[in-house]
Structure formats: C-alpha cells, structure tokens
C-alpha cells in the first residue's frame, strides 16, 4: 500500500489568522504529504484520514494573543486535530497497528491538521477503530471524549455524584454519558431549550442557568457533590461556592472559560490563593491540555461500541466545506459535533 501514496495531497491551509481563520482558509492541491520520522524509536503512523472532527480549541489556539499561537502553530499550517483514517505506513518499530487498520486518535496542536488527506500520529495518540463504531463517530471523540474522561474518571467512584457546569456542549455531552458509565449520579446546568437533550444523554438532574442562580441552587442541595467539572468558565464564583456544595473532600475541575487576560488572573486566583486569604477549601484542578492517551482513546472506543456513550455528530461536511464548518462552529450554537469528510474512501 506504501506504493500508492502520492508524493502531494490536498490539505486547507491557512498562513494567518486576522479576521477568524475560517476567512483564511485556502485549499491547496500540491501540499507535500507528511513523513515518517527517520529516528529509531518513533513509533508513527502515516494515515489516510477518511474523516476529521473540528473544536473551538481548534482556531482558539490559532489565533491567540501576543503571537503565542505561532509558538505552537508553525504556518502555514492546517486545522482539525480529531481524526479516523486508515493505516498507510508505520515506522519499523511499530507493533500495535498494521498496515490497512482503520483508527482514530487526536494530534497534538502544530502545522499539520486532519483537514489534509495524510497526517503523521504517534502511536500513543492513536487507537483502532472497535467493530460497529462508524468513522464519523470515531472521529468526533478525541478531543471531547479524552477532555471529559480525563476530568472525570480519575476523580469518582460508582455511586458519587457529579456536577457539570455546561452539559449541552461538546465536552459536557460526552462528560454526562461518561459519568454515567462510570455509575454516578449527574446534574449539569444548560439552558431550558437544551435540558432534554441533556436528560437524553442521561442526566439526572438539571439546572436551568437562565431562570436560576446555578450557585444558589447548587448550595441548596448541600454538600454531596463528589466532583464539579466547569466547562464553561461562569459564572465565576462557581468554584468559591464550591465550599456550599462539594464534600470536604469533593474536588473541582475548571476546563473552560473566556481566552481574556482578566479571565486568565481569575483562574490562577483560584489555583493559588489559599482559603485563609479568601481562596475556596477544596481542592482546585486547572485542566490546560488534554493527553493524547492510547488507553483512554481505547476505553472511549469501547464505550461507544457497547453502547454506553453515543458520539453526537450533528452535521457532517464535503470536503470542499471546510470554512462553512468552522463559520457554523464559532456561532457557538451547535448541538454536537461537526465531522468533516476528508475522502470518499469507505473505510
């Protein structure tokens, strides 16, 4: 199959990011196909991307502030970092994956993206696809998936009780499912219009942050949550109130929030300022990266294939699409997932 890889492909490229970068997108036809690391002990794939995922986190670190954004972004560069594809080459050393495997894993952030027809991953990025997972699902979880599992499952037991500040979006959809095949009771705040789709997902309680004070209503209920992941970043004394409503030793996950420079000082507040001097009593986790994990990116892949957590794909694009995707992404008014098909090619 390595005789059949072109030495171009088609891949969108952006060279900067004024004005949003769904407005700098270009689809170039002559860009140069990834290579294997010639280093003895790289474990990489070459991989045939059949379909991409797209985040925010995808054009918020693209366009950060104060150049940070090219310190991890060389230009040009292509977005997407979720992925499904199949297997084209592998590096010597390579075990655990064959050549022909479909599977699906996320890339760290840097020049190259999903939207491009080949893309290197590690290994340890990577996953295979389990039997009766479509690849658009398989897509649609890295980045999501591992963000919920990793801010969930290290801190709870079957039987506690989970808090999710945001339960409608990306993460905060996988966040319910995955707590839930964990066994433990989930309330998540979301607006009225998305509160059946979070009882769908299989939410217990839910807490309608636009005709109620979350935080107030939080403390109503006492102190028996085990765990409160804040997908959302408000508001923001949510993590102060912690105090009303975590165990003594319940814990809390801020995951998102504003890009600001004030929004920022907030949360390093809340990381280092001790409760004598005002700070919250419980213990404050600030979850800035997600770890590309060969073993969790597997537990999710089982999750799906039995059934305990669906991947929720809302719309799917042409590859010809690419900026229209990521236009629908920044409204900010999606129910899930937006999967862009890469190829035609069935898997």
Known sequence: MSSDIPPTMRAWQYAQTAGGLEHNLVLKDDVHVP??????????????????????????????????????????????????????KATNTVDNFRVGEIVFGRLPPGQQGACGQYIVASTTACASLPNGVHVDEAASIPCAGLTAYQTIAPYVKAGDKVFLNGGSGGVGSFGIQIAKALGCHVTVSCSAAKA??????????????????????????GQVFKLAVDNVGLPGELYK?????????????????P???????????????PSFLG?????????????????????????????????????????EEVPTAFKDLRKGKTHGKLVIHVSDKKA
């Open 259 to 273: 890009m600001s420079m004030s929004a920022v000082t907030s949360t390093m507040s809340r990381l280092l300022r």
């Open 279 to 319: 700070g919250g009593k419980r213990k404050f986790h600030l979850y800035t990266l997600t770890n590309n994990q060969h073993e969790d990116l597997a537990v999710l892949g089982q999750m799906v294939a039995e059934g305990k957590v669906k991947p929720v794909v809302e719309h799917a694009y042409d590859f």
């Open 35 to 88: 290579l294997l690391s010639p280093r003895q002990g790289d474990n990489e794939l070459l991989i045939e991307v059949l379909s991409a995922a797209i985040n925010p986190s995808d054009y918020k670190v693209a366009e950060l502030p104060l150049n940070l954004g090219r310190a991890l972004v060389r230009l040009p560069a292509t977005p997407a970092w979720d992925f499904c594809g199949r297997v084209v």
């Open 241 to 257: 109130a912690g105090d009303n409503y975590l165990l003594p030793d319940g814990q809390f996950v801020q995951v998102g929030g």
């Open 196 to 221: 059946e789709q979070c009882k769908a997902l299989g939410a217990d309680e839910i807490i309608d942050y636009t005709s109620v004070n979350v935080c107030q209503a939080l403390k109503e209920r």
